[in-house]
């Protein structure tokens, strides 16, 4: 999460892929705001359907920020 925060692109789509790998329980947090600035990225879109997700940011929808 890091990664994300300092604008670390690159760096924190390569962890969120190796926590893919490895089934990191908190992969499914996703959806939240903190991963905003990957959501257009075409890596981090791979990432949710791989996991069966929704590709829109459901949880900000509903009422969470």
């Known amino acids: 999460m890091f ?3 300092a604008g670390e ?3 924190a789509l390569d962890r969120l ?3 893919l790998e490895i089934h ?4 499914p947090y996703l959806g ?3 991963f905003d600035d990957l959501r257009p990225h075409p890596r ?3 990432l949710l359907r791989e ?3 929704p590709e829109g940011d459901k ?7």
């Open 59 to 65: 949880k900000r929808e509903g009422g969470r920020s």
């Open 32 to 34: 939240y705001s903190l």
């Open 51 to 53: 996991m069966r997700l």
């Open 9 to 11: 692109r690159n760096e």
């Open 3 to 5: 990664h994300t925060s």
């Open 24 to 27: 990191d329980p908190a992969l």
């Open 17 to 19: 892929e190796k926590g």
């Open 44 to 46: 981090f879109q791979d």
